[in-house]
C-alpha cells in the first residue's frame, strides 16, 4: 500500500461524536420547524391573508398580489426570529443544479444603523445576473435580464449555516421574454395542461366538483458514501463524480450481503443526521437501507404534489452531499460511481390525484369495473407508447449512458409492466369490454402464529422502466442526478395528450359505457405493443421489442438525434409547457452538456494516467530491472520468472504510453468538430472508446503493480472501508 493510503487506511473509523438531541426533541418536535408551513403562517400573517395564501398554495388558485407585501412582512418576521439575516431566491437553471444569491434584509438608516427590511416587491420578484446560466441560445449573452419569480406552491425554508440562516424562496427563473431559463417553470406548466384534461375527464365521469388534478411524486434516491480522504486522493471522482479507473476488486457484490444488510454505525449516525435535517425541512423522508453494491445506499420520502416534490429532491440531493461532510464522507450521486458493480438510479413513482384527494390510479376492488380508473390507466399506457422517445429524452444524459441497459437497470426501452391482474383486464378490453378481476387472495405462509399476509393481484418487476405498482406507476430509468422536473414534465405532457384525446371521444355523448368500450378497445390494439411484463433486462426482449418496432435509444447521442421532431415540438406547443424555442434551447443544452461532461472525463483519463499511473510503472520496472541486475551481479541464479514479469510490466507501460496518445490525439480531433452534433458524435464513437482502452491496460497493470507503489486508493479500499 503507498504511504498515502496506508496512512488514511490506518486513521479510518473516527466517529463523529454522538449528538444527543434527539432525546431531548424527538422527530416529530423538530418536523418542518424550518418551514414557512401552515403553523408558521398562522402565527405570522393575519387570518385574511393566510387563506388567500393557502388558496393558492392548495388549490392553486391565482395569487392575490395585494397580499404580497403582508406575506413578505410575515414571512420576514418569521425569518428574523430564526436567525436569518439574508435572504435568497431559489432556483433551478439548466445546469442541473439549484442556484442561489444571498442578499441581507438589512437596510442602513440615516441615524447610522440599520433595520431589516423585505417587501413584496422584493418577495415576488428578483432580478438576478442571468448572463453566465445555460439558455441553449434563447438569450444572447447581452441580453443579460433574467427574472426569478416567487413560486407560492412551495414552501419558503430556512437554510441553516454553521454561523447564521437564510430565508430561502422557491422561485421560478424566466427571461426578459418570458421564456423559461429553468427546469421548474416548464414542470408547472405540464401540471397546469394535465390538470386541465384530467378535469374534463372527471366530467364526462361525473365528477362535478374536483377543481384541479395535480401529479403527485415519491422519487427514491441511490447514492454512495465513500470517506472522504479517499476521495481526496482521487481526482477522477472529484472532477466528475465517477471513477475512470480501478481494477474490480476480489469481492464485489456477489455475495447479495449489502442489500437490506444491518446498517453499519458510521452510515447509521449519518443517515440519522440526513433524516432530522430533512424533517426540519417538511421533506417526509421515511424509509432509508442499504442498496444491492457494497457502499451504497438509498433514501425515500413519503410522495408530494410533483413541483414540491421536484424540490424537496433538490435539496435531499444537496443535504446527502453536504452531511456527508460533517461525517467525513462523500456522497457520490454519480449514475455510475464504480465499474463493475451496480450503478444509481432515482425511481420515479408517479400518479395523478384530484383536488380532494382522490388518487386517480387507484384501481379498487374490481378494476374492471371502475371506468375511471380504467380510462386514466389506458392514458398513460398510449402516451408511452407514442411518446416513447420522449421518455426517453428526459432520462438521458452521460451518466445514465452507463447504467441502462446494463443488467442492473432497465434498458433503454421503453415498455409499460402492468402485472398479471391488470393485464388480464386490458387484455379482455381489447376484446371489447371487461367482466371480471382475478383477485389476490391471501398467502399462507404455514406458520400459525404468523397471520395471514394480504397478498397483492400483481408481483413486482424489477427489469421494467416503467411498472405499475398497485395505485401508481413507477417510472424506473430515471437517473440518480437527475433533477426530476425534466422526466416529469414530458410525462405529464404526454399523458395529458391521451386524456385529451379519449375526452373528446367520450364527451360527444351518447352510451358512456359503449362509448368507452370502443374507446379503449381502440388504444389497446393501437398501443399494446408496449405491454411487456416479462424480463426486462433479457436478449429476448430486445429481439422481440424489436420486431414490434419500439425504439431502443441505446445512448444520449441516439436519443437527443430524435429530439427535433416535428410532432414532438407540435406536442409542447399544442399544451402550452414549452414553446418551439425553449424545446430546442433544451436540445442544444442536453447537447452542450453531454459534450462538456465527456471532454472533462476524457482529459482527466488523460492527466491520471499520464502523471499518476505511468509513473507508478516505470518506478516499479526501474525496481524490477535494478532488481535482476544486481541479483544477477551476485549469485547465478535463474530469474526467468522476473525477467518475464519485467516484460510485462514494461509491455504494459508501452501500451498505456501509446493508448494515453491516442486518446489525447482523438480529444482535439474531436473538438475540431465543425457542429456542436458533430464533436458529441466524435466523442461517443472515437474517444470513449479510447478511454476505455486506456483504462483497460491501467486496471490491468493496477494488478501487476506493486502496491506499495499505486498512486490511487483501489476499490476495495473505497468500496470496503466502513
Ligand atoms: P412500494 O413498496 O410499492 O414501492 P412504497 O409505499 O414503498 O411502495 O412507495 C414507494 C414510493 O412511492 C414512496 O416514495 C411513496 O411515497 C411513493 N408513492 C406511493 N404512492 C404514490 C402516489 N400515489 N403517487 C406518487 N408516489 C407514490
Ligand atoms: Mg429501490
Known sequence: MSTARKKIALSLGKEVPPVEEYKAQPGQAIYGSLVFNDAAQKQFLSKDVYKKLRATTLKGEPLDPSIADQVAQGMKEWALAHGASHYTHWFIPMTGLTAEKHDTFLEPTNEGGAIAEFDGKTLVKGEPDASSFPSGGTRATFEARGYTAWDPTSPAFIQEEVNGATLTIPTAFVSYTGEALDHKVPLLRSIEALSTQAIRLLRVFGNKTAKRVFTTMGPEQEYFLIDRKYYELRPDLIAGGRSLFGAAPYRGQELEDHYFGAIRERILAYMMDLDRELWRLGIPCKTRHNEVAPAQFEMAPIFEKSSVAADHNMIVMELLRRIALRHDLVCLLHEKPFAGINGSGKHNNWSMATDEGENLLEPGKTPHANAQFLAFLVATISAVDKYAELLRIGISGPGNDHRLGANEAPPAI????????????VDQLEKGGASGSKSGGTMELGVSVLPPLPKDATDRNRTSPFAFTGNKFEFRAVGSTAPIYWPNTILNTIVAESIDRIATELEKGG???KTLAAVLQKEIKEHKRVLFN??????????????????????????????PKKEYKALFEKYKVLTEREYDSREEIMWERYVKILNIEANATVDIARNQILPAVLAYQAKLAHTITSTAAVVKVSQKGQTALLENVAKGGNDLFESIEI??????????????????????????????????????LETMVDDELWPLPKYREMLFQY
Open 511 to 513: 352510451d358512456l359505457n
Open 663 to 700: 486518446l489525447d490525439g482523438l480529444i482535439d480531433k474531436a473538438n475540431e468538430g465543425s457542429s456542436l452534433h458533430q464533436v458529441a458524435a466524435s466523442f461517443k464513437d472515437s474517444v470513449v472508446p479510447a478511454m476505455n482502452k486506456v483504462r483497460e491496460v491501467a486496471d490491468w
Open 534 to 563: 416479462g424480463n426486462g433486462y433479457s436478449k429476448e426482449w430486445h429481439e422481440e421489442a424489436q420486431k414490434r418496432g419500439l425504439p431502443n435509444l441505446k445512448t444520449t447521442v441516439d436519443s437527443l438525434k430524435a429530439m
Open 414 to 425: 421503453m415498455s409499460v409492466f402492468l402485472g398479471e391482474q391488470l393485464q388480464d383486464i
